[in-house]
């Protein structure tokens, strides 16, 4: 079973959670999705066995072969090919690697080379099988890394994925094809605004999803209304501590400073599988 754990925006403690039922399962394998800024490796501190280059292919004109007729650029929807004047131009950040400007070209003057776009880096912190992507600086495109990260997914096995926050492109490529997503908001307007735009791209996505408020107090009414009116399942409350900031200044998983959170994070695991093996 593949269990996504994503937000709506960036700092709910989605990582926090993520990480933290790994912890609390065991055997399980965790995926950093979250490719751009992957942190998961923080708290585990795994052993990295492996590390594989992750590349597209760009295209490389032949010009000797090349007669500037122009249907390389018409083809591409990225406009990461252009023939101006007398020459070609590529622009390989903007590139999908789709190959549409080789496979149209009439003189067969494309050919296509490999780019290097991140890195997958794969190990083991203790029972916890661990892999995430790291996108090369200044990269413009995450989902060619976040697509290396799932090719190591373990279907033997439960599998939490960390994804980036927010509802972009990366999101929608990590939840894609997972079980159950459980989206992890806080208590605050901008929460609960972030968190409609979530919900309605599960929803368009297919993939049944959860919440889990974090940070837990006043203002959870607002979110409780939301779910209960969108029929979406509230799967626990990770109530606001001081003392899960500090077990963070320490570098340490608050889940071993705090064992209450940890049999909170056992009851948000048992029944985000209820719910995932319920909508099968």
Same mark, same amino acid.
């Given at each position: 079973m593949v269990v996504a754990v994503a937000s709506g925006k960036g700092g709910t403690g989605k990582t926090t959670v993520a990480v933290g039922l790994a912890i609390v399962a065991g055997r399980v394998q965790l995926l950093d999705c979250? @490719?751009? =800024?992957?942190?998961a490796h923080l708290f585990l501190h795994p052993r990295l066995a492996e590390c594989n280059p992750v590349t597209i292919l760009v295209p490389e004109v032949d010009t000797e072969r090349c007669t500037l007729c $122009?249907?390389?650029? =018409?083809? *591409?929807?990225?406009h990461a090919i252009a023939a101006m004047g007398k020459q070609v131009l590529v622009f390989p950040e903007l590139c999908h690697g789709c190959g549409a400007c080789a496979i149209a070209c009439p003189e067969d003057a494309i050919g296509e080379v490999p780019r290097e776009v991140g890195v997958v880096e794969s190990g083991k912190a203790g029972k916890i099988g661990f892999v995430h992507g *790291?996108?090369? @600086? $200044?990269e413009p495109m995450a989902t060619p890394v976040i697509r290396a990260v799932k090719a190591r997914l373990d279907s033997r096995r439960l599998t939490i994925l960390d994804v980036a926050p927010g509802t972009a492109c990366p999101v929608v490529e990590a939840v894609k094809g997972s079980d159950f997503c459980l989206l992890v908001t806080e208590p605050t307007p901008f929460g609960l605004s972030d968190l409609r735009l979530a919900v309605e791209v599960m929803e368009k996505m297919g993939v049944l999803c959860g919440v889990v408020i974090n940070r837990s107090g006043e203002g959870d009414e607002a979110t409780e209304s939301f779910c209960a009116s969108e029929n979406v399942s509230l799967l626990g409350r990770i109530p606001f501590d001081r003392r899960i900031a500090e077990a963070y200044a320490h570098g340490q998983h608050p889940v071993y400073a705090l064992p209450e959170l940890g049999r909170r994070l056992e009851e948000i695991l048992d029944h985000t599988l209820d719910c995932a093996q319920g909508g099968r």
């Amino acid at each position: 079973m593949v269990v996504a754990v994503a937000s709506g925006k960036g700092g709910t403690g989605k990582t926090t959670v993520a990480v933290g039922l790994a912890i609390v399962a065991g055997r399980v394998q965790l995926l950093d999705c979250d @490719v751009e =800024e992957p942190n998961a490796h923080l708290f585990l501190h795994p052993r990295l066995a492996e590390c594989n280059p992750v590349t597209i292919l760009v295209p490389e004109v032949d010009t000797e072969r090349c007669t500037l007729c $122009g249907r390389c650029s =018409e083809v *591409c929807q990225f406009h990461a090919i252009a023939a101006m004047g007398k020459q070609v131009l590529v622009f390989p950040e903007l590139c999908h690697g789709c190959g549409a400007c080789a496979i149209a070209c009439p003189e067969d003057a494309i050919g296509e080379v490999p780019r290097e776009v991140g890195v997958v880096e794969s190990g083991k912190a203790g029972k916890i099988g661990f892999v995430h992507g *790291c996108l090369n @600086v $200044g990269e413009p495109m995450a989902t060619p890394v976040i697509r290396a990260v799932k090719a190591r997914l373990d279907s033997r096995r439960l599998t939490i994925l960390d994804v980036a926050p927010g509802t972009a492109c990366p999101v929608v490529e990590a939840v894609k094809g997972s079980d159950f997503c459980l989206l992890v908001t806080e208590p605050t307007p901008f929460g609960l605004s972030d968190l409609r735009l979530a919900v309605e791209v599960m929803e368009k996505m297919g993939v049944l999803c959860g919440v889990v408020i974090n940070r837990s107090g006043e203002g959870d009414e607002a979110t409780e209304s939301f779910c209960a009116s969108e029929n979406v399942s509230l799967l626990g409350r990770i109530p606001f501590d001081r003392r899960i900031a500090e077990a963070y200044a320490h570098g340490q998983h608050p889940v071993y400073a705090l064992p209450e959170l940890g049999r909170r994070l056992e009851e948000i695991l048992d029944h985000t599988l209820d719910c995932a093996q319920g909508g099968r």
